[in-house]
C-alpha cells in the first residue's frame, strides 16, 4: 500500500534539479518511518526533464497499532484511505527526505535556490474534503495552474468520490512549493493521523510564515491545518498577523518622519502623489486599484479626479486599512460617496479575482518592499491575472541616495526596503515585464534631477 507524490522540472539543465532537493538522481534515498518507509528516486532525470517521486510504504500493521488513522467506526483501524491517499502521512515524509530543500538552502546551486523555476507537482491520489472548488482556492491564489480529475468509486452506482487526482504547475523557488503542498496537503484532506498541539503552529508559522498571512483562505487554513482547534487557531492568526502590531497611523507616522528626513528639501512624497495621479487621470482610467495602499495617502488624491468611477485600495495590512477607512472618512460619507471607493485586504502577490476588471492598477513604492525572489508573483498576478490597461510603479533610484545627508553608502532609504534599484537595473525589469506580458512601457523620472544621478524616484507607466 503506497503513497506517491512526484516533482518534476523542465529547467535546464534540469538535473540541477538533484542538487535542489539534496538528493542525487543516481540512486534511490530511503527514510525509515513510524508508520512505514519512505523512498525517493528520480524515474526520469535527463538534461530538459528531470522528475523525483516521492513514495510512501505504509505498514498497516504499524498504523493500527499506532492508533493513527482510527476513525469514529468501528473497522475505522482497518478500513481507511491512510494507506494510498495523500496525507499528513505523506507531508511527514516530505520533512524527513527534504527537510533541507524546504528550507531553501543549496550549498551547490544557492543561485538557483533562490530563483523561481518551472516546477510540477503531480499527487496521483489526493483526499479533497470540498473538492475541486477547494483544490483551486488554495492553490491558484499562490499562482498555480491546477489540473484535477476526480477519481471514480468503485461501482460507479456508489457516486462520485473525494479523490482527485492532481498536478500543479507553477514558477517559483522549490522552497517555496515544498512549503505550500507540506501546509495545504493535509489542509485538503482535513485531518492528521497524529495528535495536533502547541509545536503545530509553530510548524505552520515556520512553513506559511512567508505566505500564507496574504493568503485570502488563511483562516480556514489555519483552522484545517490545526484539526479544529479554536485556541490554536486563533494562536496562529494572532501570530501571522503579528507584523501589523501598533497603531497604523503611528507607523504611518514614523514613515513619513523617515521619508521627510530623507527629502525634505525636495519634497519628494507629495511630487510622486502628483505624477502618479497625473498618470492615471492620462490614461483615461475610470476604474483604479491602489495596490498597497497603506493609510490611504494616494486614493485620497485619485478621489478628487472627477473622471474616476471607483477607487479600490488593497492591502495585506489590516490595520493599515482601517487607517485608511480614517482617512478617508467612510464612516461618514453619503451613500453615493461610498460607492465610490473600496478597501480590500489581501496581498498583490497573490492571484486575487477581485483585482479583475480595472482599467489602470497603481503601485507606488511597493515593489521595493517585496522580497526578490516574490517580484515574479507579484508580476504573474497583476499582469499576467489582473492585467489592468495601464500600470502604473514607482520606486526609489539607489544612485540617487549618495546625494541624500546621513544616507550611509550602500544603506537603502528605509529599512523595509528589500532592495532598492539602479536605472539600468529598473529598465531592465520593466523592459522584461512589458514583454512577458504583451505591454509597452516608457520609464521616466520623478523629483529634481541630477545630470550624473538621475531622478530620486523612478516611475514607469506600463499600457497595452
Same mark, same amino acid.
Given at each position: 500500500?503506497?503513497?506517491?507524490?512526484?516533482?518534476?522540472?523542465?529547467?535546464?539543465?534540469?538535473?540541477?534539479?538533484?542538487?535542489?532537493?539534496?538528493?542525487?538522481?543516481?540512486?534511490?534515498?530511503?527514510?525509515? $518511518?513510524?508508520?512505514?518507509?519512505?523512498?525517493?528516486?528520480?524515474?526520469?532525470?535527463?538534461?530538459?526533464?528531470?522528475?523525483?517521486?516521492?513514495?510512501?510504504?505504509?505498514?498497516?500493521? /504499524?498504523?493500527? *497499532?499506532?492508533?493513527?488513522?482510527?476513525?469514529?467506526?468501528?473497522?475505522?483501524?482497518?478500513?481507511?484511505?491512510?494507506?494510498?491517499?495523500?496525507? &499528513?502521512?505523506?507531508?511527514?515524509?516530505?520533512?524527513?527526505?527534504?527537510?533541507?530543500?524546504?528550507?531553501?538552502?543549496?550549498?551547490?546551486?544557492?543561485?538557483?535556490?533562490?530563483?523561481?523555476?518551472?516546477?510540477?507537482?503531480?499527487?496521483?491520489?489526493?483526499?479533497?474534503?470540498?473538492?475541486?472548488? $477547494?483544490?483551486?482556492? @488554495?492553490?491558484?491564489?499562490?499562482?498555480?495552474?491546477?489540473?484535477?480529475?476526480?477519481?471514480?468509486?468503485?461501482?460507479?452506482?456508489?457516486?462520485? &468520490?473525494?479523490?482527485?487526482?492532481?498536478?500543479?504547475?507553477?514558477?517559483?523557488?522549490?522552497?517555496?512549493?515544498?512549503?505550500?503542498?507540506?501546509? $495545504?496537503?493535509?489542509?485538503?484532506?482535513?485531518?492528521?493521523?497524529?495528535?495536533?498541539?502547541?509545536?503545530?503552529?509553530?510548524?505552520?508559522? *515556520?512553513? /506559511?510564515?512567508?505566505?500564507? =498571512?496574504?493568503?485570502?483562505?488563511?483562516?480556514?487554513?489555519?483552522?484545517?491545518?490545526?484539526?479544529?482547534?479554536?485556541?490554536?487557531? *486563533?494562536?496562529?492568526?494572532?501570530?501571522?498577523?503579528?507584523?501589523?502590531?501598533?497603531?497604523?497611523?503611528? =507607523?504611518? =507616522?514614523?514613515?513619513?518622519?523617515?521619508?521627510?528626513?530623507?527629502?525634505?528639501?525636495?519634497? @519628494?512624497?507629495?511630487?510622486?502623489?502628483?505624477?502618479?495621479?497625473?498618470?492615471?487621470?492620462?490614461? /483615461?482610467?475610470?476604474?483604479?486599484?491602489?495596490?498597497?495602499?497603506?493609510?490611504?495617502?494616494?486614493?485620497?488624491?485619485?478621489?478628487?479626479?472627477?473622471?474616476?468611477?471607483?477607487?479600490?485600495?488593497?492591502?495585506?495590512?489590516?490595520?493599515?486599512?482601517?487607517?485608511?477607512?480614517?482617512?478617508?472618512?467612510?464612516?461618514?460619507? &453619503?451613500?453615493?460617496?461610498?460607492?465610490?471607493?473600496?478597501?480590500?485586504? /489581501? &496581498?498583490?502577490?497573490?492571484?486575487?479575482?477581485? @483585482?479583475?476588471?480595472?482599467?489602470?492598477?497603481?503601485?507606488?513604492?511597493?515593489?521595493?518592499?517585496?522580497?526578490?525572489?516574490?517580484?515574479?508573483?507579484?508580476?504573474?498576478?497583476?499582469?499576467?491575472?489582473?492585467?489592468?490597461?495601464?500600470?502604473?510603479?514607482?520606486?526609489?533610484?539607489?544612485?540617487?541616495?549618495?546625494?541624500?545627508?546621513?544616507?550611509?553608502?550602500?544603506?537603502?532609504?528605509?529599512?523595509?526596503?528589500?532592495?532598492?534599484?539602479?536605472?539600468?537595473?529598473?529598465?531592465?525589469?520593466?523592459?522584461?515585464? =512589458?514583454?512577458?506580458?504583451?505591454?509597452?512601457?516608457?520609464?521616466?523620472?520623478?523629483?529634481?534631477?541630477?545630470?550624473?544621478?538621475?531622478?530620486?524616484?523612478?516611475?514607469?507607466?506600463?499600457?497595452?
Amino acid at each position: 500500500m503506497q503513497l506517491l507524490l512526484t516533482i518534476a522540472t523542465t529547467h535546464e539543465p534540469a538535473t540541477d534539479l538533484g542538487y535542489l532537493l539534496h538528493k542525487n538522481p543516481g540512486r534511490r534515498h530511503d527514510a525509515e $518511518l513510524s508508520f512505514g518507509t519512505a523512498y525517493l528516486f528520480y524515474p526520469e532525470a535527463t538534461e530538459r526533464r528531470c522528475c523525483a517521486a516521492l513514495l510512501l510504504d505504509i505498514d498497516p500493521v /504499524g498504523l493500527v *497499532r499506532g492508533g493513527g488513522a482510527a476513525s469514529q467506526f468501528a473497522l475505522g483501524s482497518y478500513v481507511n484511505d491512510r494507506p494510498y491517499a495523500a496525507s &499528513s502521512f505523506l507531508c511527514v515524509a516530505l520533512a524527513k527526505l527534504l527537510g533541507t530543500a524546504m528550507s531553501g538552502r543549496s550549498k551547490e546551486r544557492p543561485e538557483l535556490a533562490a530563483r523561481a523555476i518551472p516546477l510540477e507537482v503531480g499527487v496521483p491520489v489526493l483526499p479533497c474534503r470540498g473538492g475541486e472548488p $477547494l483544490l483551486r482556492k @488554495l492553490f491558484e491564489p499562490l499562482g498555480y495552474t491546477v489540473t484535477a480529475a476526480r477519481l471514480p468509486l468503485d461501482p460507479p452506482t456508489l457516486g462520485d &468520490s473525494d479523490y482527485l487526482a492532481v498536478t500543479l504547475a507553477t514558477t517559483n523557488r522549490l522552497a517555496e512549493v515544498l512549503q505550500h503542498v507540506s501546509v $495545504l496537503l493535509p489542509v485538503l484532506d482535513d485531518d492528521k493521523h497524529y495528535f495536533v498541539g502547541g509545536d503545530e503552529v509553530t510548524k505552520l508559522l *515556520r512553513r /506559511g510564515g512567508q505566505w500564507l =498571512a496574504g493568503h485570502p483562505e488563511r483562516e480556514l487554513i489555519a483552522r484545517r491545518y490545526l484539526r479544529h482547534d479554536r485556541r490554536l487557531t *486563533r494562536d496562529a492568526l494572532a501570530a501571522l498577523v503579528a507584523d501589523e502590531a501598533g497603531d497604523p497611523d503611528r =507607523a504611518d =507616522a514614523e514613515q513619513d518622519a523617515a521619508e521627510e528626513a530623507a527629502d525634505t528639501r525636495i519634497g @519628494l512624497h507629495d511630487q510622486r502623489i502628483a505624477a502618479v495621479t497625473e498618470a492615471v487621470a492620462a490614461s /483615461g482610467a475610470r476604474r483604479v486599484l491602489d495596490l498597497g495602499c497603506g493609510s490611504g495617502k494616494l486614493m485620497t488624491a485619485l478621489l478628487r479626479l472627477p473622471q474616476l468611477e471607483q477607487v479600490t485600495g488593497l492591502d495585506v495590512s489590516h490595520r493599515a486599512l482601517q487607517a485608511a477607512a480614517r482617512r478617508l472618512h467612510l464612516d461618514r460619507l &453619503s451613500p453615493r460617496e461610498r460607492a465610490r471607493m473600496e478597501l480590500l485586504n /489581501g &496581498s498583490l502577490t497573490y492571484r486575487d479575482g477581485r @483585482l479583475a476588471g480595472f482599467d489602470a492598477a497603481v503601485l507606488m513604492e511597493v515593489i521595493e518592499h517585496v522580497d526578490p525572489p516574490r517580484l515574479g508573483a507579484l508580476e504573474r498576478s497583476v499582469f499576467g491575472w489582473a492585467r489592468p490597461g495601464t500600470v502604473v510603479v514607482t520606486t526609489p533610484n539607489a544612485e540617487y541616495n549618495e546625494l541624500f545627508p546621513g544616507l550611509a553608502a550602500g544603506a537603502t532609504r528605509h529599512r523595509d526596503h528589500r532592495f532598492e534599484w539602479s536605472r539600468t537595473q529598473f529598465a531592465d525589469w520593466t523592459a522584461a515585464v =512589458a514583454g512577458r506580458h504583451d505591454y509597452r512601457v516608457a520609464v521616466s523620472g520623478i523629483g529634481p534631477e541630477d545630470q550624473r544621478l538621475g531622478h530620486p524616484t523612478q516611475m514607469a507607466v506600463f499600457s497595452r
